[in-house]
């Protein structure tokens, strides 16, 4: 008897799974006319997270950008040093008017072979991850068209272990910031026109107050974030900073990210060290040119091409003149890729001077840069 009671009452504990599960997965019966006053219509367990299905709208696809050794190469093995350019962030542009298929013809007609779209935090969170992936997908399509790749910036300046940033644009957590490029693998798997997912714009600790970073922290958190990226989009390539605002890449010495297929990044601005450069560019980023892939995703700020500094000019006015041959002709004889900053009046060094797409002087050598080699 007591067998028999124990298999009626499994019984019927499996037949109320069963029930349960198919409530779950049946089609939601129709909501009442008019709902009972307080009475709740979220159906948040029908909720699809944004971006969960994979992109796939234009016809189009972009041959696919890949690591070999110490440099990126197409699918014929062909050697590929990227030279483009930054935009300001999408939600900055539609806000104010100026997001278009239009702005990426300008960009193109730069010269850029990939355009960085950096996203803010507060961007994400406020125009909300599934209105702002419609922006991206837009801009995936006329990149595809226009045959640029495109480097995805999560657009953060601070320390992701303390979570003190320097400006509250930039503010966000590890959760934030792995739920993100989980939603990004998940929605550009297999879309090739996003070749690299740049993972965190510019750790340091910004003074004392944002308190150290440590390289064997950040470097397990970067690993967690390639892992998560690479479950649903293995062909991206992570793209990793290094420290103090993205220009030191010594931590490689001793301990290099524990991934294939990454390349590392630096922000080589002239301020970050005095004359002569080179052989502190060398020391400080350079040397990692020889093993891993290496790109600048963000510097700027120079003279006009040909131009020559006024008699007289020392410190920063003759760096001025000096920076854009000095960085360019090194960056391009290390095989360094490189994207300058920025095609926006208001973000400085600025490569345009206002909405008409006058060219400042850094926008006019960034250009004649792009056509090969600076000389």
Known sequence: ?????????????????????LAQTSPAPNPPAQAAAGQRMHVWWRDQPAGGRPYQKNAKKMPLISVKGNH???PEGKTILFRGLAISDPDKLEMQGHWSRDH?????EMGAKVVRIPVHPIAWRERTPAEYFKLLDQAVDWCTD???YIDLDWHSIGNLTTGLFQDPMYETSQQETYAFWRSMAR?????NTIAFFELFNEPTTYREQLGPIDWMVWK????EEIAIIRAYNPQVIPLVAGFDWAYDLTPLIMAPINAPGIGYVVHPYDNKRSQPWEPKWEEDFGFAAAKYPIVATEFGGFAAPGATPPA????RALDRFTYGPQIFGYLEKKGIS?????????????????????LSTSGQFAKEAMKGPAK
């Open 1 to 21: 008897m007591k067998a028999l009671i124990t298999t009626f009452v499994a019984g019927a504990a499996l037949a109320a799974g069963i029930g349960a599960v």
């Open 312 to 315: 007289g000019a020392t410190g």
């Open 220 to 223: 397990r958190m970067v690993e």
């Open 72 to 74: 990126f190469e197409d």
């Open 338 to 358: 490189w994207i300058v900053w920025c095609f926006d009046p208001e973000w400085g060094p600025t490569l345009i001077t206002d909405w008409n797409y006058t």
């Open 104 to 108: 990426f013809v300008k960009v193109k």
């Open 187 to 191: 929605h550009y798997a297999g879309h």
């Open 146 to 148: 226009l045959d640029m």
